[in-house]
Protein backbone atom coordinates (compact mmCIF):
# COMPACT_ATOMS: atom_id res chain seq x y z
CA UNK A 1 0.00 0.00 0.00
CA UNK A 2 1.67 3.53 -0.87
CA UNK A 3 0.88 6.92 -0.02
CA UNK A 4 -1.79 7.47 3.25
CA UNK A 5 -2.92 4.94 5.74
CA UNK A 6 -6.68 5.30 7.25
CA UNK A 7 -5.02 3.63 10.04
CA UNK A 8 -2.36 5.73 10.63
CA UNK A 9 -4.22 8.53 10.29
CA UNK A 10 -7.20 7.74 12.71
CA UNK A 11 -4.41 6.51 15.08
CA UNK A 12 -5.70 3.17 15.72
CA UNK A 13 -5.01 -0.49 15.52
CA UNK A 14 -5.43 -2.75 12.32
CA UNK A 15 -8.09 -4.70 14.68
CA UNK A 16 -9.79 -1.71 16.53
CA UNK A 17 -13.79 -1.93 16.84
CA UNK A 18 -16.16 -0.30 15.17
CA UNK A 19 -17.18 1.72 18.90
CA UNK A 20 -13.04 2.67 18.98
CA UNK A 21 -13.09 4.14 15.45
CA UNK A 22 -16.29 5.84 16.14
CA UNK A 23 -14.26 7.73 18.93
CA UNK A 24 -11.16 8.09 17.05
CA UNK A 25 -13.48 9.84 14.51
CA UNK A 26 -15.07 12.21 17.03
CA UNK A 27 -11.78 13.11 19.02
CA UNK A 28 -9.53 13.76 15.95
CA UNK A 29 -12.68 16.01 14.17
CA UNK A 30 -13.40 17.98 16.75
CA UNK A 31 -9.64 18.73 16.36
CA UNK A 32 -8.70 19.30 12.76
CA UNK A 33 -12.65 20.45 12.09
CA UNK A 34 -11.53 23.60 9.84
CA UNK A 35 -14.46 25.15 11.67
CA UNK A 36 -13.04 24.98 15.13
CA UNK A 37 -9.24 24.91 14.14
CA UNK A 38 -6.92 27.65 12.69
CA UNK A 39 -4.11 25.44 11.46
CA UNK A 40 -3.29 26.18 8.44
CA UNK A 41 -3.56 22.39 7.31
CA UNK A 42 -6.57 21.58 9.44
CA UNK A 43 -8.73 21.31 6.28
CA UNK A 44 -6.38 18.83 4.27
CA UNK A 45 -5.81 16.82 7.98
CA UNK A 46 -10.01 16.46 8.33
CA UNK A 47 -10.64 15.34 4.96
CA UNK A 48 -8.32 12.63 4.99
CA UNK A 49 -9.76 11.69 8.40
CA UNK A 50 -13.07 11.68 6.46
CA UNK A 51 -11.84 9.57 3.61
CA UNK A 52 -10.12 7.05 6.11
CA UNK A 53 -13.64 6.91 8.18
CA UNK A 54 -15.72 6.77 5.69
CA UNK A 55 -14.51 3.59 4.68
CA UNK A 56 -13.28 2.12 8.37
CA UNK A 57 -16.68 2.48 9.92
CA UNK A 58 -18.27 0.50 6.78
CA UNK A 59 -17.52 -2.92 7.21
CA UNK A 60 -17.46 -4.08 3.13
CA UNK A 61 -15.44 -1.25 2.33
CA UNK A 62 -13.46 -1.67 5.55
CA UNK A 63 -12.69 -5.51 4.67
CA UNK A 64 -11.62 -4.39 1.29
CA UNK A 65 -9.07 -1.77 2.27
CA UNK A 66 -7.76 -4.16 4.83
CA UNK A 67 -7.85 -6.74 1.51
CA UNK A 68 -6.08 -4.43 -0.76
CA UNK A 69 -3.90 -2.85 2.07
CA UNK A 70 -2.31 -6.78 2.61
CA UNK A 71 -1.83 -7.65 -0.61
CA UNK A 72 -1.86 -4.90 -3.34
CA UNK A 73 -4.83 -3.92 -5.56
CA UNK A 74 -5.29 -6.10 -8.43
CA UNK A 75 -5.14 -3.46 -11.28
CA UNK A 76 -3.73 -0.48 -9.27
CA UNK A 77 -4.03 0.89 -6.01
CA UNK A 78 -6.81 1.36 -3.94
CA UNK A 79 -9.00 4.32 -5.21
CA UNK A 80 -9.49 6.85 -2.36
CA UNK A 81 -10.45 9.48 -4.79
CA UNK A 82 -13.98 8.28 -5.19
CA UNK A 83 -14.19 8.22 -0.60
CA UNK A 84 -12.72 11.74 -1.55
CA UNK A 85 -14.08 12.85 -3.94
CA UNK A 86 -17.68 14.30 -2.31
CA UNK A 87 -15.33 15.91 0.74
CA UNK A 88 -12.98 18.21 -1.47
CA UNK A 89 -15.17 20.83 -1.36
CA UNK A 90 -15.37 20.86 1.79
CA UNK A 91 -15.62 24.53 2.65
CA UNK A 92 -17.98 25.59 0.77
CA UNK A 93 -21.44 25.08 2.35
CA UNK A 94 -22.84 22.21 0.54
CA UNK A 95 -26.10 21.54 2.29
CA UNK A 96 -27.04 18.31 -0.53
CA UNK A 97 -23.95 16.04 1.76
CA UNK A 98 -25.54 15.24 4.74
CA UNK A 99 -24.50 11.99 6.70
CA UNK A 100 -24.18 10.49 9.69
CA UNK A 101 -26.54 9.77 13.08
CA UNK A 102 -30.15 9.99 12.30
CA UNK A 103 -31.14 12.32 14.80
CA UNK A 104 -33.73 15.09 15.21
CA UNK A 105 -31.08 17.96 13.92
CA UNK A 106 -30.58 15.58 10.89
CA UNK A 107 -33.38 15.19 10.35
CA UNK A 108 -34.00 18.42 9.99
CA UNK A 109 -31.13 19.41 7.70
CA UNK A 110 -31.68 15.76 5.58
CA UNK A 111 -34.82 17.26 4.34
CA UNK A 112 -32.85 19.25 1.87
CA UNK A 113 -30.79 16.61 0.70
CA UNK A 114 -34.00 14.78 -0.76
CA UNK A 115 -35.62 17.60 -1.76
CA UNK A 116 -32.23 19.06 -3.64
CA UNK A 117 -31.20 15.62 -4.77
CA UNK A 118 -33.50 12.78 -4.22
CA UNK A 119 -36.62 13.59 -5.94
CA UNK A 120 -35.21 15.63 -9.31
CA UNK A 121 -32.01 15.42 -10.59
CA UNK A 122 -31.36 18.96 -10.43
CA UNK A 123 -29.24 20.69 -7.52
CA UNK A 124 -28.02 23.87 -6.77
CA UNK A 125 -24.50 24.72 -7.13
CA UNK A 126 -22.52 25.96 -3.82
CA UNK A 127 -21.83 29.09 -2.72
CA UNK A 128 -17.71 29.86 -2.49
CA UNK A 129 -15.60 31.86 0.07
CA UNK A 130 -12.80 33.88 -0.39
CA UNK A 131 -10.79 36.53 1.67
CA UNK A 132 -10.17 39.32 -0.45
CA UNK A 133 -7.12 41.69 0.70
CA UNK A 134 -7.45 45.43 0.02
CA UNK A 135 -4.92 47.84 0.13
CA UNK A 136 -6.35 51.28 2.16
CA UNK A 137 -5.53 52.83 -1.30
CA UNK A 138 -8.08 50.88 -3.42
CA UNK A 139 -11.23 51.11 -0.30
CA UNK A 140 -10.06 55.05 -0.24
CA UNK A 141 -10.68 55.34 -4.00
CA UNK A 142 -12.34 52.18 -4.96
CA UNK A 143 -11.18 50.06 -7.40
CA UNK A 144 -11.57 47.20 -9.93
CA UNK A 145 -9.50 44.02 -10.04
CA UNK A 146 -9.42 40.88 -11.82
CA UNK A 147 -9.23 38.10 -9.08
CA UNK A 148 -8.84 34.10 -9.67
CA UNK A 149 -10.81 31.91 -7.59
CA UNK A 150 -11.42 28.11 -7.97
CA UNK A 151 -14.85 27.08 -8.52
CA UNK A 152 -16.15 23.34 -8.28
CA UNK A 153 -18.24 22.10 -10.87
CA UNK A 154 -20.62 18.58 -10.60
CA UNK A 155 -21.64 16.87 -13.63
CA UNK A 156 -25.11 14.51 -13.41
CA UNK A 157 -23.51 11.94 -11.46
CA UNK A 158 -21.75 14.11 -9.30
CA UNK A 159 -18.32 13.71 -10.11
CA UNK A 160 -15.92 17.09 -9.09
CA UNK A 161 -13.80 19.23 -11.46
CA UNK A 162 -11.83 22.23 -10.28
CA UNK A 163 -12.36 24.70 -12.19
CA UNK A 164 -10.02 28.31 -12.05
CA UNK A 165 -12.77 31.34 -12.36
CA UNK A 166 -11.57 34.95 -13.35
CA UNK A 167 -13.80 37.59 -12.79
CA UNK A 168 -13.85 41.43 -12.66
CA UNK A 169 -14.99 42.88 -9.32
CA UNK A 170 -15.46 46.46 -8.53
CA UNK A 171 -14.61 47.17 -5.27
CA UNK A 172 -16.78 49.65 -3.90
CA UNK A 173 -15.16 52.91 -2.22
CA UNK A 174 -15.19 52.68 1.57
CA UNK A 175 -15.05 48.76 2.22
CA UNK A 176 -14.02 48.02 5.77
CA UNK A 177 -12.54 45.32 7.21
CA UNK A 178 -15.09 42.27 7.87
CA UNK A 179 -17.63 43.38 5.00
CA UNK A 180 -18.22 40.62 2.50
CA UNK A 181 -19.25 41.36 -1.19
CA UNK A 182 -21.72 39.27 -2.67
CA UNK A 183 -21.87 38.19 -6.13
CA UNK A 184 -24.52 36.75 -6.85
CA UNK A 185 -24.45 33.48 -9.13
CA UNK A 186 -20.61 33.75 -9.42
CA UNK A 187 -20.27 30.41 -7.21
CA UNK A 188 -20.31 27.14 -8.48
CA UNK A 189 -22.60 25.76 -11.32
CA UNK A 190 -25.49 24.31 -10.60
CA UNK A 191 -26.25 20.85 -11.84
CA UNK A 192 -29.43 19.84 -14.68
CA UNK A 193 -30.77 22.88 -14.71
CA UNK A 194 -30.00 23.89 -10.35
CA UNK A 195 -29.20 27.16 -9.40
CA UNK A 196 -25.48 28.19 -9.62
CA UNK A 197 -24.15 29.42 -6.08
CA UNK A 198 -22.88 33.18 -5.07
CA UNK A 199 -19.24 34.06 -4.82
CA UNK A 200 -18.51 35.69 -1.10
CA UNK A 201 -15.77 38.27 -0.96
CA UNK A 202 -14.58 38.54 2.69
CA UNK A 203 -12.55 42.38 3.10
CA UNK A 204 -9.92 42.17 4.82
CA UNK A 205 -8.10 45.44 4.50
CA UNK A 206 -3.57 45.36 4.10
CA UNK A 207 -1.67 46.61 6.68
CA UNK A 208 -0.29 50.29 5.75
CA UNK A 209 3.07 51.52 6.62
CA UNK A 210 1.70 54.81 7.60
CA UNK A 211 -1.87 54.55 8.26
CA UNK A 212 -3.67 52.36 10.42
CA UNK A 213 -7.78 52.12 10.47
CA UNK A 214 -9.93 51.32 12.70
CA UNK A 215 -13.46 50.65 10.79
CA UNK A 216 -13.83 54.03 8.69
CA UNK A 217 -11.43 56.31 10.84
CA UNK A 218 -8.00 56.43 10.27
CA UNK A 219 -4.75 57.19 12.55
CA UNK A 220 -1.76 58.22 11.75
CA UNK A 221 0.96 59.19 13.40
CA UNK A 222 2.87 61.91 12.82
CA UNK A 223 6.57 63.00 14.02
CA UNK A 224 7.27 66.20 15.21
CA UNK A 225 9.75 68.48 17.12
CA UNK A 226 9.66 69.34 20.51
CA UNK A 227 9.19 73.23 19.59
CA UNK A 228 6.77 72.48 17.00
CA UNK A 229 4.87 71.04 20.24
CA UNK A 230 5.53 74.18 22.26
CA UNK A 231 5.38 76.81 19.48
CA UNK A 232 2.60 75.62 17.47
CA UNK A 233 3.03 75.13 13.59
CA UNK A 234 1.69 74.35 10.28
CA UNK A 235 2.83 70.94 8.68
CA UNK A 236 1.78 69.47 5.87
CA UNK A 237 0.13 65.63 6.74
CA UNK A 238 0.13 62.72 3.92
CA UNK A 239 -4.08 61.30 3.81
CA UNK A 240 -5.31 58.54 2.01
CA UNK A 241 -5.70 61.45 -0.58
CA UNK A 242 -3.82 64.85 -1.05
CA UNK A 243 -1.45 65.88 1.70
CA UNK A 244 -3.15 68.31 4.17
CA UNK A 245 -2.18 71.51 6.25
CA UNK A 246 -2.65 70.82 9.83
CA UNK A 247 -2.45 73.74 12.54
CA UNK A 248 0.01 72.19 15.86
CA UNK A 249 -1.69 74.39 18.70
CA UNK A 250 0.68 76.28 20.63
CA UNK A 251 1.56 73.92 23.93
CA UNK A 252 0.84 70.97 22.21
CA UNK A 253 1.35 67.54 24.13
CA UNK A 254 3.36 64.37 22.61
CA UNK A 255 0.77 62.06 22.50
CA UNK A 256 -2.34 64.31 21.42
CA UNK A 257 -4.60 63.33 19.10
CA UNK A 258 -5.59 66.17 16.21
CA UNK A 259 -8.65 65.32 13.73
CA UNK A 260 -8.72 65.72 10.66
CA UNK A 261 -13.05 65.22 10.09
CA UNK A 262 -13.57 63.53 7.30
CA UNK A 263 -10.89 62.11 6.00
CA UNK A 264 -10.64 58.84 6.95
CA UNK A 265 -12.40 55.95 4.62
CA UNK A 266 -15.56 57.69 2.36
CA UNK A 267 -19.05 56.40 3.20
CA UNK A 268 -22.30 57.34 4.06
CA UNK A 269 -20.84 58.59 7.37
CA UNK A 270 -16.80 59.22 5.93
CA UNK A 271 -14.34 58.63 8.76
CA UNK A 272 -11.74 60.67 10.24
CA UNK A 273 -8.39 60.78 10.19
CA UNK A 274 -6.89 60.99 13.94
CA UNK A 275 -3.08 62.28 13.74
CA UNK A 276 -1.35 61.38 16.95
CA UNK A 277 1.77 63.61 17.59
CA UNK A 278 5.09 62.47 18.82
CA UNK A 279 7.64 64.24 19.88
CA UNK A 280 11.09 63.66 18.38
CA UNK A 281 14.20 64.51 19.48
CA UNK A 282 16.97 66.54 17.60
CA UNK A 283 20.44 65.06 17.40
CA UNK A 284 22.87 67.90 18.06
CA UNK A 285 24.56 68.32 14.95
CA UNK A 286 27.68 70.59 16.49
CA UNK A 287 29.08 72.49 19.49
CA UNK A 288 26.56 75.12 19.22
CA UNK A 289 23.28 73.23 19.30
CA UNK A 290 25.01 71.22 22.28
CA UNK A 291 25.06 74.86 24.01
CA UNK A 292 21.33 75.16 23.56
CA UNK A 293 20.75 71.62 25.43
CA UNK A 294 23.22 73.11 28.13
CA UNK A 295 21.08 76.14 28.42
CA UNK A 296 17.91 74.47 28.62
CA UNK A 297 19.44 72.07 31.24
CA UNK A 298 20.53 75.27 33.05
CA UNK A 299 16.96 77.22 32.90
CA UNK A 300 14.27 75.39 32.80
CA UNK A 301 13.03 73.48 36.30
CA UNK A 302 12.70 69.89 34.23
CA UNK A 303 12.44 66.47 36.25
CA UNK A 304 10.64 64.17 33.47
CA UNK A 305 10.88 61.65 36.57
CA UNK A 306 8.45 63.41 38.97
CA UNK A 307 5.77 61.58 38.58
CA UNK A 308 7.71 58.60 39.38
CA UNK A 309 8.81 60.01 42.27
CA UNK A 310 12.60 60.35 41.79
CA UNK A 311 14.86 62.80 40.47
CA UNK B 1 -30.87 44.86 0.27
CA UNK B 2 -31.15 45.29 -3.23
CA UNK B 3 -30.32 42.57 -5.32
CA UNK B 4 -27.37 43.24 -7.78
CA UNK B 5 -27.85 42.95 -11.37
CA UNK B 6 -24.78 43.64 -13.03
CA UNK B 7 -22.25 40.76 -13.33
CA UNK B 8 -19.52 41.66 -11.63
CA UNK B 9 -20.88 44.69 -9.08
CA UNK B 10 -21.46 43.35 -5.60
CA UNK B 11 -23.51 43.75 -2.80
CA UNK B 12 -21.85 44.93 0.35
CA UNK B 13 -22.90 43.35 3.43
CA UNK B 14 -21.94 44.52 6.52
CA UNK B 15 -23.50 44.62 10.32
CA UNK B 16 -26.09 47.01 9.70
CA UNK B 17 -27.16 44.07 6.47
CA UNK B 18 -30.82 42.50 7.08
CA UNK B 19 -32.83 39.83 5.63
CA UNK B 20 -36.42 39.49 5.48
CA UNK B 21 -37.10 35.50 6.14
CA UNK B 22 -38.07 35.40 2.77
CA UNK B 23 -34.84 36.28 1.86
CA UNK B 24 -32.60 34.62 4.37
CA UNK B 25 -34.16 31.46 3.35
CA UNK B 26 -33.26 31.85 -0.33
CA UNK B 27 -29.87 32.83 0.53
CA UNK B 28 -28.97 29.99 2.69
CA UNK B 29 -31.33 28.06 0.07
CA UNK B 30 -33.11 26.21 3.59
CA UNK B 31 -36.96 25.28 3.76
CA UNK B 32 -38.85 27.78 5.61
CA UNK B 33 -39.93 25.18 8.27
CA UNK B 34 -36.38 24.22 8.58
CA UNK B 35 -35.52 27.99 9.34
CA UNK B 36 -38.22 28.53 11.76
CA UNK B 37 -37.53 24.86 13.71
CA UNK B 38 -33.87 26.69 13.73
CA UNK B 39 -34.96 29.91 15.40
CA UNK B 40 -37.17 27.90 17.60
CA UNK B 41 -34.01 26.10 18.89
CA UNK B 42 -32.46 28.90 19.48
CA UNK B 43 -29.58 27.78 16.87
CA UNK B 44 -29.97 31.70 14.77
CA UNK B 45 -31.60 34.58 16.06
CA UNK B 46 -34.23 36.38 14.26
CA UNK B 47 -35.19 39.86 15.09
CA UNK B 48 -38.89 40.54 15.15
CA UNK B 49 -41.71 38.56 16.65
CA UNK B 50 -42.90 36.42 13.75
CA UNK B 51 -41.73 34.95 10.67
CA UNK B 52 -44.18 37.91 8.54
CA UNK B 53 -41.83 40.41 10.43
CA UNK B 54 -38.46 38.34 11.12
CA UNK B 55 -35.15 40.24 10.31
CA UNK B 56 -31.97 38.31 9.54
CA UNK B 57 -28.30 39.41 9.71
CA UNK B 58 -25.43 38.20 7.88
CA UNK B 59 -23.92 36.78 10.54
CA UNK B 60 -26.77 34.23 10.54
CA UNK B 61 -25.96 33.13 7.51
CA UNK B 62 -22.70 32.63 8.43
CA UNK B 63 -23.66 30.63 11.41
CA UNK B 64 -26.34 28.45 9.91
CA UNK B 65 -23.30 27.16 7.31
CA UNK B 66 -21.38 26.47 9.85
CA UNK B 67 -23.97 24.49 12.31
CA UNK B 68 -24.52 22.33 9.50
CA UNK B 69 -21.06 21.65 8.89
CA UNK B 70 -20.58 20.96 12.29
CA UNK B 71 -23.42 18.85 13.23
CA UNK B 72 -22.55 16.88 9.81
CA UNK B 73 -18.70 16.51 10.54
CA UNK B 74 -18.90 16.28 14.58
CA UNK B 75 -22.10 14.39 15.31
CA UNK B 76 -23.56 16.91 17.48
CA UNK B 77 -27.09 17.12 19.20
CA UNK B 78 -28.75 20.48 18.50
CA UNK B 79 -28.31 22.19 22.16
CA UNK B 80 -24.35 20.86 21.37
CA UNK B 81 -24.71 22.44 17.56
CA UNK B 82 -26.14 26.08 19.40
CA UNK B 83 -23.60 25.98 22.31
CA UNK B 84 -20.71 25.07 19.63
CA UNK B 85 -21.59 28.40 17.10
CA UNK B 86 -21.98 30.65 19.92
CA UNK B 87 -18.53 29.88 21.43
CA UNK B 88 -16.68 29.66 18.14
CA UNK B 89 -18.36 33.06 17.55
CA UNK B 90 -17.24 34.32 20.78
CA UNK B 91 -13.74 33.25 19.86
CA UNK B 92 -13.60 34.67 16.20
CA UNK B 93 -14.61 38.10 17.97
CA UNK B 94 -11.38 37.73 20.89
CA UNK B 95 -9.00 36.91 17.82
CA UNK B 96 -10.28 39.67 16.17
CA UNK B 97 -10.15 41.92 18.93
CA UNK B 98 -6.84 40.78 19.78
CA UNK B 99 -4.85 41.31 16.39
CA UNK B 100 -6.46 44.50 16.42
CA UNK B 101 -5.08 46.07 19.65
CA UNK B 102 -1.88 44.34 18.74
CA UNK B 103 -1.45 45.79 15.68
CA UNK B 104 -2.40 49.04 17.46
CA UNK B 105 0.56 48.31 20.03
CA UNK B 106 2.58 48.53 16.80
CA UNK B 107 1.78 51.45 15.16
CA UNK B 108 1.98 53.39 19.15
CA UNK B 109 5.68 51.09 19.65
Redesign the interface.
Known sequence: MSEIDYYQIMGIDEDASIDSIKKAY?RL??KY?P??S?DEDAEEK?KQL?AAYDVLKNKEKRAEYDHIRKHGAPGGSWDGAQNRGDQSN?HH?N?E?????N????S??G??RR??AGYSYSM?GD?VHYRLAVTLEESYQGSRRLISFESVERDNSGVATKKVQK????I?KG??N???????G?GNPGISGGRPG?L??EIELE?HPLF?A?QRDI?L?LPVAPWELVLGESVDVPTLGDPKKLKIPPNSKSGQKLRLKGEGLPGKSPGDLYV?LQVTMPHPANESDRQLFEQMKRQMAFNPREHIRVK | ME??QS?????????STRYSFNQFCE?????PE?VI??VEEGVIIAEGRQPATWTFS?QMVKRL??A???????????SG?ALSVEL?EEIDQL??ELA?LR??LE??A
Open positions: RARHDVKFSYGFNAQGADFFEIFRQEGDDINVTPVIGQQLRLKKDFLAHDTIV | ISSDRPDIIDQLCRMEVLLFKRYRLQRDLELNIVLRDRSRTL
